[in-house]
């Protein structure tokens, strides 16, 4: 087992290069196999979610070839084996998108049911029901969702709720089919946009990607191209709170500023002082955050993802802030661990309520989920004495090289391995 040791108090300062973003990576690797001749993807984040799609493109039989550590050049053209394990696609959410891109060429598809973080229930209902609007057919069995369809036909979709996963499963299907979808009520993350410029990129005509209307022209055939996945908006709002947190002063570069404007505006309000460059913010920090409020809200609102980040810096501040998650039914596992720290946090249902202390203390503590694991970095990194954190591979799945990006602005943070008999003996 491995885990972070931190031994927090340290101001975070210097400059951090962000990775691609990981939610257009998972959505756009899946999307390649529509491809009819090589892709190469530039700025593809080096974790482990994608380490477990490149393996399910390999075993389906795609060609991948390393160009250097944020490269790859994919060749689909020989994918012999349609088929996503159990043993892979259990450990990530988004090995559902390739319901969608086999859908669209193969007009079948059989995708384990998915993992992913625990954020409560998580329903697919708005995939199939795009699915099945487009002539397609599912069923489950030995717990694989099945899809196929004669000939998938554009029609319009307007989805009951706002959902990225559906957004995308449903662009990938209707890329190739006949004549003309509109998906209404779409969601419009940036890594939505991403992937609809990939899919342009390779030949098809996707249009309104960023707005709640896209629109979709079937095409008969996709070519290669070469594309650049964005940076990461979580990563980026991430070291935010992590300079806002430990009262640093941080340039954080490869950004795209207007993916970041309510993060910058909440994080401005609360006390921290955030200059906007093109492409990179720089944040700095006294630590005297102040009490706010926050309602997560799909995108131009303020991130999920990035809402157990935010409780943590939170805890530092003095007087009582409120957290509302409209997204998840049930994102506050985490607030346990940050308990063990000394914050004081109560739960009812979507709402926290954050007694702020002004400072944690460092403890033992676990990740439950990948965002939960970012915020007890952060809190571990703002608290006296030392943080130990298990369960790390949830943190893993989403942040590229954290300890040494961490490290390399003064954090004294580690990545330790406890043998499996030490872990027994101790038990
Ligand atoms: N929902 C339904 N029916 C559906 C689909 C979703 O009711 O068919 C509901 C969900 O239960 C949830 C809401 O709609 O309450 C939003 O879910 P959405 O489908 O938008 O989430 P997702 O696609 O499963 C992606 C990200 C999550 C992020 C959410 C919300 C990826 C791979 N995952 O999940 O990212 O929290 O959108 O922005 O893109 C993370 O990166 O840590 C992460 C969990």
Redesign the pocket.
Known sequence: MDKYVINGGRRLSGEVTISGA??AA??ILPAAILAEAPCVIENLPNISDVSVLLEVLSIMGAKIRTINKSSIEIDPTRITNPYVPYELAKKM??SYYFLGALLAKHKQAAVPMPG??D?????????LKGFRSLGAEDSIDDGFIHVKANELMGTQIYFD??????TINVMLAAVKAKGLTIIENA?K?P?VVDLANFLNSIGADVFGAGTDVIKIHGVDSLGGATYSIIPDQ?ESGTYMVATAATGGDVVIKNVIPKHLEVLTFKLEKIGADIEVFDESLRVRSQGNITKTSIKTM?HPGF???MQPQMTALLTLAEGTSMITDN???NRFKYVDELRRMGADISVDGKVAVVEGKGSLKGAPVKAT???AGAALVIAGLAAQGVTEIEDIYHIER?YEDIVVKLRSLGADIKKIHVPEEAIKKAL
């Open positions: 990981k939610n998972v959505a959410r988004a992913g973080c954020l409560g229930v998580r329903p697919i209902d708005q995939h709720t706002v959902s990225v996963g559906a969601a993350e890594h979580i799909p991130p999920t993802d997204v998840w039914d989920d990948l965002r989403g």
